[in-house]
């Protein structure tokens, strides 16, 4: 069964860092492109970055380019997301999510692209 579990989550004041996993079972995750999402209260899921299952190509939302960092451990069956400098309106849970493609460079920012999705891990920045 393909299963995708988000940690890495927290509390972090303004200007900090955390870092997300996302961890892969059942599917051997080089196959795949992941996303990473995000839903805060009272919004719609959005998307924040993606890497292609080579890792050779990565794309951002604007407002978290030079904040966040994805990347991925195939050899882990992993991807994490890095993300610093940390504002409020960063406060959502995040998802990380998969689709199969035999494309390697492919990356996409779109929530209609992915078949599967993990739980989600809350990520709360306050002082």
């Known amino acids: 069964q393909l299963q995708l579990v988000e940690s890495g989550g927290g509390l972090v004041q303004p200007g900090g860092s955390l870092r997300l996993s996302c961890a892969a079972s059942?599917?051997?995750?080089?196959?795949?492109?992941i996303g990473w999402f995000r839903q805060a209260p009272g919004k719609e899921r959005e998307g924040v970055s993606c890497?292609?299952?080579?890792?050779?190509?990565?794309n951002y939302k604007d407002s978290v380019k030079g904040r966040f960092t994805i990347s991925r451990d195939n050899a882990k069956n992993t991807v994490y997301l890095q993300m610093n400098s940390l504002k409020p309106e960063n406060t959502a849970i995040y998802y990380c999510?998969?689709?199969?493609?035999?494309?390697?460079?492919?990356?996409?920012?779109?929530?209609?692209?992915?078949?599967?999705w993990g739980q989600g891990t809350q990520v709360t920045v306050s002082s």
């Open positions: 999510a998969a689709f199969r493609t035999n494309v390697q460079g492919l990356c996409v920012i779109s929530r209609g692209r992915y078949d599967y």
């Open positions: 890497i292609s299952s080579s890792g050779g190509n990565t």
């Open positions: 059942g599917f051997i995750l080089d196959r795949y492109a």
